[in-house]
């Protein structure tokens, strides 16, 4: 049964940091992309950053270039995403999806399987 465990999120204020991991079980982690997306109130999900398996490809909304890092760790079935510099506007519920198959993309419809997801909220 394939599992997508997102931790932490939590409340941060504006100019600061947070790193998000996705814990993954139940496939074979290091043969998948793994993308992270967000959701905000009254908003579509968004694809925030995704990561091929081989880590040779790597993706980010143009609103957290520079700003957000996304890596993995096969070995420990684990990806990240560092978040510095947050916004208010990066409060949203934060989704961690892999993708059950080969190949790389960074749009929702590529990935097949959700975690619960995490919030995250940005505010002073």
């Known amino acids: 049964q394939v599992q997508l465990v997102e931790s932490g999120g939590g409340l941060v204020q504006p100019g600061g940091s947070l790193r998000l991991s996705c814990a993954a079980s139940g496939f074979p982690f290091d043969y998948y992309p793994i993308g992270w997306f967000r959701q905000a109130p009254g908003k579509e999900r968004e694809a925030v950053s995704c990561?091929?398996?081989?880590?040779?490809?790597?993706d980010y909304v143009d609103s957290v270039k520079g700003r957000f890092t996304i890596s993995r760790d096969n070995a420990k079935n684990t990806v990240y995403l560092q978040m510095n510099s947050l916004k208010p506007e990066d409060t949203a519920v934060y989704y961690c999806?892999?993708?059950?198959?080969?190949?790389?993309?960074?749009?929702?419809?590529?990935?097949?399987?959700w975690g619960q997801g995490t919030q995250v909220t940005v505010s002073s």
């Open positions: 999806a892999a993708a059950g198959r080969t190949g790389y993309g960074c749009y929702e419809d590529f990935y097949d399987y």
């Open positions: 990561i091929s398996s081989s880590v040779d490809s790597t």
